[in-house]
């Protein structure tokens, strides 16, 4: 099927939707955060993942004025849901590489904050190891610009990109994000030692952290027993429509 075509037309037909993965306070048991995640309800092949028209997104460039509608759009939202008082959370959206480039991405972060009226730090960036890493002075420069202006930033996939480690704390995060597989495999003797050591780092550089991809039980204790309070995962909720949220903030907050 030819998406390329059909993208080029999905933001004008406002065929993207996005939905919320709650963020949860494994001690409280409250949720802390939503991440935004994109869908594409294509008019004839249903639903498509991000995972296949992401990429795509990327090569063509029209991941840019994509990202540029959904942080007008998930601003917005986020603002309906503190006025409405249904919840007061930071929301994350994800950064692709592209969006470092040509520097347009401050004023937009800026606008969509202005014309919403969201206070900046209900606003989170992810952005993965390897955009930080590649260009990493320019996009050290737009990060830090951000988070003056008060917007949170979280390193994503944290621990599977080839990132250095010596440059991390030039990086200017709020979160690191510990990758899914990690969690999936916390059973084993050596993955669980380098979940422990993210955890230390993020605590030795004063981040936060966030275990991503929890599905069971098990996995909850073992990250509660390293320390790890904020967790991301099917286990607590899937990606969730708007519509579906307002229920949702009722019984878990
Ligand atoms: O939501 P899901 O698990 O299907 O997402 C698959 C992949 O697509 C993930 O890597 C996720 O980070 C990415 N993704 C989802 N929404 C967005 C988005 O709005 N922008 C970018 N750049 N990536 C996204
Ligand atoms: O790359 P990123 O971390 O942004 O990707 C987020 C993706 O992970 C989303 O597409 C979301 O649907 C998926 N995801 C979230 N929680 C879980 C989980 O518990 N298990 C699995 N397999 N995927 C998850
Ligand atoms: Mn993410
Ligand atoms: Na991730």
Known sequence: MSLEKDLRKALARSEFMVVYQPKWDSFMNVTVGLEALLRWRHPEHGIISPAEFIPIAEETGLIVPITYWMLHDVCGQNMLWHRAEVANVPVSINMS?????GGGLYDVVEEALTRSGLEPHFLELEITESIAMNNMEETVAQ?????NLGVRVSLDDFGTGFSSLGNLDEIPVNTLKIDQVFIRKSKMHSKKAIISNIIAIASNLNMEVVAEGV???????????LGCRVMQGFYYGRPMPVHELGQWFIENT
């Open 97 to 101: 590489a592209r969006m470092f480039e």
């Open 143 to 147: 990060l830090s610009k951000l988070r």
């Open 215 to 225: 599905e069971t039980t098990e996995q909850i204790e073992l990250l509660q027993s």
